[in-house]
């Protein structure tokens, strides 16, 4: 397992700048991020080299933030890898709550990074299939 980070930041412009600039003026290393946003608010949610010191960062910058717990399971660099991967979950009757995928400058590979209500067991249950799970993606 792998803890994210969440951010929940006001929608508007540079708003993602003074999250980067927080982050980096107390170097912490952002591995991974992805976005989503709405009308009002967005959810940056992001791996980063020290989880706890961004916590602490970004709340004493006035973000409401969490931590959560996330898979990472290594796929292939090839077309059909993400649908192999969900074929698997599909059979094994898990559902996702999301998933976004990024790269791990360890392995050299893909890693679908993937939330779920039940982490522990679909670790296990991928990697009963076969699938590298890793526990940090830097």
């Known amino acids: 397992m792998i803890r994210q980070l969440s951010i929940f930041a006001e929608n508007k412009k540079g708003a993602m700048h003074q ?3 927080a982050l980096a003026e107390a170097n912490i290393n952002m591995n991974t ?20 010191a961004a916590l602490q960062c970004m709340q004493t910058a006035g ?15 090839e077309c059909g890898s993400l649908n192999a991967l969900l074929d698997t979950l599909d059979r094994g009757n898990v ?11 360890l392995s050299k590979r893909p890693v679908a990074i993937l939330r779920t209500q039940d982490i522990m067991e679909v670790e296990g249950f991928l990697q009963a299939k ?6 940090r993606v830097d």
């Open 19 to 21: 999250v980067t600039r």
């Open 95 to 105: 559902n996702l709550d999301y998933l976004y995928v990024t790269y791990s400058s």
């Open 130 to 135: 076969g699938y590298n799970m890793l526990e």
């Open 63 to 77: 973000y409401l933030c969490h931590v959560d717990t996330v898979a990472a399971a290594e796929i292939g660099d």
């Open 33 to 52: 991020l992805v976005t989503n946003d709405s009308a009002e608010f967005g959810i940056i949610r992001m791996l980063v080299s020290d989880t706890d």
